[in-house]
């Protein structure tokens, strides 16, 4: 039995897509591939395909990107589970959230993919191209971060979307608002702010029609509790019960993503380990901004899967 007991496992978000992701899981596990097959079959298209051989350029698009994300996630959890691997805690970074549902058992695989599909589709409707942005500031607080959206809003949204780590803030809103923050930021020190290329301004208040069509998808959906707590972004807290899980990833769509103070707050309750579970390392990334003293890994093919488990048996039990 492998000692998980302080393991957490985190799930990215939009950004970690590559094509060829999931090909070598599915290739050497038949769960992994299953889940692919499941994929597939709940969207009525060939998203298998698309993530292992693309094109780049449909790949992005977010109504793509999504639900790709989440099924390569959910491929890497299953295969993991199926080597007896339960996590003490999970939480998923904006998308990632839904891949955290589906391992907790809140929501079904098949509900999810088709529920990511039509948010990703929802939020690249809700603003014209071009009205809205994203940027990235490095180095400097939130406080700060904070008044420099406050001082560029000038009447337009401007607003933190994602707190990444305590060096890296990314900010939302009108593109011409966020264009000003950027320059603003930069005159009072950050260390670097760039606009990022991003399709939509995810995280901010202009995300709001996005949030009403998906808030009626998800009221139709069945939410059960999770089997273990979910620490939701919106509140950087553990949801254990159906309806806060619900109401959490209504929120999420216009509110700022706590990723610094969901990780602390994973910490604070004993966690010694985490698992990025899924495409990429972003977060493994960022948990060395938050915390360097924690062991990061990360499972998305079969290698980095071989050198999780063997670092998870040869970890003791502490009391």
């Not at 899980?245 to 216009?254: D, G, H, P, S």
Request: with cysteine.
């Amino acid at each position: 039995m492998m000692n998980t007991a302080s393991t957490a496992f985190l799930f990215p978000g939009q950004g970690s897509q590559a094509i060829g992701m999931g090909k070598d899981m599915a290739e050497r596990f038949p769960i992994a591939r299953r889940t692919f097959e499941e994929a597939d079959q709940a969207l009525g298209t060939k998203l298998s395909q698309l993530c292992f051989e693309g094109p780049e350029d449909q790949l992005r698009l977010t109504e793509n990107t999504q639900p790709a994300i989440l099924t390569v996630s959910v491929a890497a959890w299953r295969v993991l589970d199926e080597k007896g691997i339960k996590p003490a805690f999970v939480a998923g970074h904006s998308l990632g959230e839904y891949s955290a549902h589906v391992t907790a058992g809140t929501i079904s695989f098949s509900d999810a993919v088709r529920t990511v599909r039509n948010r990703g589709k929802y939020m690249q409707e809700a603003v014209p191209v071009g009205t809205g942005a994203m940027a990235a500031i490095l180095g400097m607080t939130l406080d700060a971060v904070g008044t420099v959206c406050g001082d560029a809003g000038q009447g337009e949204v401007c607003e933190p979307a994602n707190v990444n780590s305590p060096e890296q803030i990314v900010i939302s809103g009108h593109a011409a608002a966020v264009e000003r923050a950027v320059k603003l930021a930069q005159e009072r020190g950050a260390k670097r702010a760039i606009i990022l290329p991003v399709s939509a301004p995810f995280h901010c208040s202009l995300m709001k029609p996005a949030q009403e069509r998906l808030a009626v998808d998800l009221q139709n959906l069945k939410f059960s509790a999770p089997r273990f707590p979910v620490v939701c972004n919106v509140y950087a807290r553990p949801v254990e019960d159906a309806e806060s899980a619900r109401e959490a990833l209504i929120r999420q769509v216009t509110g700022s993503v706590k990723w610094s103070e969901s990780v602390q707050l994973l910490i604070a309750r004993g966690v010694q380990t985490f698992v990025e579970v899924g495409p990429g390392k972003v977060l493994c990334g960022l948990m060395r901004q938050i915390d360097r003293s924690k062991k990061s890994l990360n499972v998305e093919d079969e290698a980095s899967l071989h050198k999780t488990l063997e670092y998870l048996a040869s970890t003791p039990v502490s009391q």
